[in-house]
């Protein structure tokens, strides 16, 4: 059976004609969620978005229901909500689509989620580059507001919720929840250490403060439309909901692909939806969900024991797109931004791009991410100039080690993990490209670095 | 990357922008949160931000120019010195890399005279790399001020560069209200 797409997040931006406006919105079912979710309690549409077994969409795959359920309610101090849209992660241009396409649907999650949490104020930290999509969603703000949904007394229930646009400054690390908050209190995006400060419970201004992804929210409208029962029948159990499959690189049609979680794989993903590699080409390598994840190569086998004893002996091709199935496959599903890497690429060029990328973002707090990052940019990028020695691959691995679990947020892993995934698997590949540049040969024309 | 401030005088903040301050700050519930917006402001005015202010946002926000230069060099966006009339931004990340950007970067150095993280002599033109911009399934994609072109082909860079150009004789450039799926909608 070929794979076929379930537009849920998609549905409406795709059709013919669909704009931005709330009039729009409102013609195609907007914000029913909204009423049905402030008639039940608060407490109701938190166990709602339990029940739908709702995972974050950001990267981290947390339950939403249980990340609310730590927020800290005691404390005295008013709760933030804050929507993660700094979307930066390379290979991630999902949400892109939502702010630019489809605001209110975003709109209409926050407040719902405002209404779970009882947050009066929420901000939506977007990327700085969105310019335009701030000013959409500006327009979308007061567009509601307008019409009661958003601002002072929603809907006629009393209670009341703004929302500010904060444009980002360009940086990756913002996209770190707790860097992210620091650069929404207006200083450095430096990562906070958990623990003391989880911003469920020392957030945003120290206080109790629920950091959500852009597309999460999105979700959540779903989440109130089906009820959560409902929701948790799409997709698979322990992960529900449609994945959001953002496939760029070397496909013959990159594009979104909007997949119910665990109902496709990655060879349908890849052959069926995106038509396969480029002609006369051949897939070597996907990166899966985002540039962090850990690279799989084409060819590989795939095996073990999913959580619920389910043996499993895959290729590439097989293994489904749901969180849990990949993630049995040493990567993650992360934000579903799918790298595809063909023969026609230098594995050591690809590498030191995102070395590349992970040097120039690392905010310098930690040592072994600040340094180590460099040491890898550095090392991987003289392979590809010709001044690489046979003991830079073991080398890049060596560094990779000292980076990751040693730093305040997960920068470090995401410099780490594209190195010690791929090493093992393209070691050849690198000590052939050594080799050639040392013989003076000639190297792939596609430059990546 | 970090210039050092032009020595040239800069001209004064439009009335209009000093006078929007007030209600950006009153949006938070903490001053100090509007340092970036305020930064932002200035430099959607000017182009570029200068060391008064720099006092300028701090007076508004409560803290010490120190502390909103410290924003400043933190994040890419920001700017302490003037840049060409058109800031080009290439996507170098991999996504884009894997479609041609370097390609396209080294054909645009030749049709808009300007090597990559200067600005062109004529003072047009400032062509960057820049890191991942969230458009990876068009790739290569180039920001130019507030507008967003996607799958611009390295072959295309003659044709592109020329369009680019043809901006700098538009008095209307950057004026008209963006239309959906044009360039200036997806900025």
């Known amino acids: 059976m070929p794979a076929v797409e379930r537009p849920l997040i998609y549905a409406n931006l795709r059709k013919p004609g669909y704009t931005v406006d709330i009039d729009c919105y409102l013609r195609n079912g907007g914000y029913e969620a909204l009423k049905k979710a402030v008639a039940l309690k608060p407490e109701e549409v938190c166990k709602e978005v339990e029940v739908s077994g709702l995972r974050g969409r950001g990267g981290a795959g947390f339950p939403t229901g249980m990340k609310w359920k730590f927020l800290d309610r005691k404390s005295g101090k008013p709760a933030y909500l804050v929507v993660n849209a700094d979307e930066s992660e390379p290979g991630t241009y999902k949400d892109r689509q939502i702010i630019y396409k489809d605001p209110h649907q975003m709109l209409e999650g926050i407040a719902i989620t405002a209404w779970a949490i009882q947050a009066k104020q929420a901000f939506i930290y977007i990327r700085g580059e969105f310019i335009h999509g701030a000013k959409i969603l500006e327009r979308a703000i007061a567009e509601a507001k307008a019409k009661g949904f958003l601002g002072q007394n929603i809907l006629g229930s009393g209670y009341s919720c703004e929302v500010v646009v904060h444009r980002g400054g360009g940086c990756y690390v913002c996209g770190e929840e707790t860097g992210l908050i620091e650069s929404l209190e207006g200083k450095r995006g430096y990562p906070r250490i958990k623990p003391p400060y989880f911003p469920a419970v020392l957030g945003l201004y120290n206080c109790p403060t629920i950091v959500n992804n852009a597309e999460t929210m999105a979700q959540v409208k779903h989440v109130l439309a089906f009820g959560g029962a409902e929701f948790a029948k799409i997709g698979i159990p322990g992960d529900s909901g449609t994945h959001i499959w953002g496939v760029s690189g070397l496909v013959k049609r990159p594009g979104l692909y909007e997949i119910e979680a665990g109902k496709a794989t990655f060879g349908e993903l890849l052959y069926d939806l995106c038509g396969g590699p480029l002609d006369g080409r051949k897939i070597k390598a996907i990166i899966p969900g985002g540039s962090s994840t850990k690279i799989l190569k084409v060819g590989e086998r795939f095996k073990g024991k999913l959580a619920n004893g389910t043996e499993f002996d895959w290729a590439l091709e097989d293994i489904p797109l749901d969180a849990n199935s990949i993630a049995a496959c040493g990567t993650g599903l992360g934000t579903g931004g799918t790298i595809v890497i063909d023969d026609s690429v230098e594995m050591i060029q690809a590498l030191s791009n995102l070395n590349a990328f992970y040097a120039h973002e690392t905010c310098g707090q930690c040592t072994p991410c600040r340094e180590g990052s460099l040491w890898l940019s550095r090392v991987s990028k003289r392979i590809t100039t010709g001044g690489g020695l046979e003991t830079d691959v073991p080398l890049l691995l060596d560094i990779a080690n000292q980076v990751a679990g040693r730093t305040i947020c997960a920068h470090g892993e995401a410099v780490a993990w594209p190195v010690q995934s791929a090493v093992p698997k393209f070691k050849d590949e690198y000590l052939e490209s050594i080799r050639k540049r040392q013989a003076g040969e000639a190297v792939p024309k596609l430059k990546l670095i | ?187």
């Open chain 2, 1 to 187: 990357m970090h210039e050092s401030p032009s020595s040239a005088p800069a001209r004064a903040l439009k009335p209009e922008t000093l006078a929007q301050a007030p209600a950006i700050v009153a949006q938070y519930p903490q001053k100090r949160s509007a340092t970036m917006p305020l930064l932002h402001l200035v430099q959607e005015d000017r182009g570029y931000i200068t060391q008064e202010d720099m006092h300028w946002v701090a007076e508004q926000v409560g803290v010490t120019p120190m502390q909103v230069l410290e924003v400043v060099t933190f994040y890419p966006m920001y700017r302490q010195a003037p840049i060409g009339r058109r800031h080009v931004r290439v996507c170098r990340t991999l996504s884009c890399a894997l479609r041609g950007s370097y390609a396209l970067m080294e054909n645009l150095e030749k049709s808009l005279n300007c090597k990559r993280g200067e600005t062109s002599p004529d003072g047009d033109f400032t062509l960057e790399f820049v890191e991942c911009i969230a458009d990876c399934g068009c790739g290569p994609v180039v920001h130019v001020d507030a507008a967003m072109h996607e799958n611009v082909q390295p072959a295309d860079a003659e044709k592109f560069a020329a369009q680019l150009k043809a901006t700098l004789k538009d008095p209307a450039y950057g004026q008209n209200p963006p239309v959906p799926g044009t360039p200036e909608w997806n900025g």
